[in-house]
């Protein structure tokens, strides 16, 4: 089992700049793929970005594509999401997932954080 938990959302202005983290349980970090999701109200879960287990590949959405940058430091177990312009819509929960295998489809992943709140005023 692993267990994810977010933290560093909030509550900022269009044009400012958040890191969320993600921290896991476990000794098998290293072996997961590691995605962002986020769900707005009245929205499905939508997929974000995502890495390869040594971070050497990284996968985004067109629609933050150049301003969120994802990375993760294996030895502390942690992912993070680095946003910057945000815009107000990128308000929305933000989930991080871990998974086996790569994908965009949030069905695929087996464990999930709690979620953490981001809201973008304008």
């Known amino acids: 089992q692993v267990q994810l938990v977010e933290s560093g959302g909030g509550l900022v202005q269009a044009g400012d700049s958040l890191r969320l983290s993600c921290a896991a349980s476990?000794?098998?970090?290293?072996?997961?793929?590691m995605t962002w999701f986020r769900q707005a109200p009245g929205k499905e879960r939508e997929f974000v970005t995502a890495s390869t287990r040594t971070g050497g590949t990284t996968y985004y959405a067109d629609s933050v594509k150049g301003r969120f940058t994802i990375s993760r430091d294996n030895a502390k177990n942690t992912v993070y999401l680095q946003m910057n312009s945000l815009k107000p819509e990128d308000t929305a929960v933000y989930y991080c997932?871990?998974?086996?295998?790569?994908?965009?489809?949030?069905?695929?992943?087996?464990?999930w954080g709690q979620g953490t709140q981001v809201t973008v005023s304008s």
């Open positions: 997932a871990a998974a086996r295998t790569l994908s965009r489809s949030a069905g695929t992943y087996d464990f």
């Open positions: 476990g000794r098998t970090f290293s072996s997961l793929y």
